[in-house]
């Protein structure tokens, strides 16, 4: 499973931008997907989690009810839209997949390239 993910940019804090990975290969149905996120000088974190179905989600407590993982698997694309942004969600936003629906960065065997979230105050 190869993953790209894009969408990010710099936004003005209470801002919304909307994240999308893009995925190829038969299997990707098959995968949980999550969004990790990691700031300067600080460990990666987990962000949201979606089971392969889409009908499971999970999002970390920190951007609970601003933050929304979905997926769509005819265009094999999971996507993370992000509302009320703040100064604290800034960092480089990482999509991996996996086949266990997970929060740990080290259960996941996928990855893409990180994309830049950057909100000003």
């Known amino acids: 499973v190869q993953l790209q993910a894009s969408g990010g940019g710099l936004v003005q804090a209470g801002g919304s931008l909307r994240l999308s990975c893009a995925t190829s290969?038969?299997?990707?149905?098959?995968?949980?997907s999550g969004w990790f996120r990691q700031a300067p000088g600080k460990e990666r974190e987990f962000v949201a989690v979606?089971?392969?179905?889409?009908?499971?989600?999970y999002v970390t407590n920190s951007v609970k009810g601003r933050f929304t993982i979905s997926r769509d698997n005819a265009k094999n694309t999971v996507s993370l839209q992000m509302n009320s942004l703040k100064p604290e969600d800034t960092a480089v936003y990482y999509c991996?997949?996996?086949?266990?629906?997970?929060?740990?960065?080290?259960?996941?065997?996928?990855w893409g390239q990180g994309t830049q979230v950057t909100v000003s105050s």
């Open positions: 290969g038969r299997t990707f149905s098959t995968y949980s």
């Open positions: 991996a997949a996996d086949s266990r629906f997970s929060v740990r960065p080290s259960d996941y065997d996928y």
């Open positions: 979606i089971s392969p179905d889409g009908t499971s989600t």
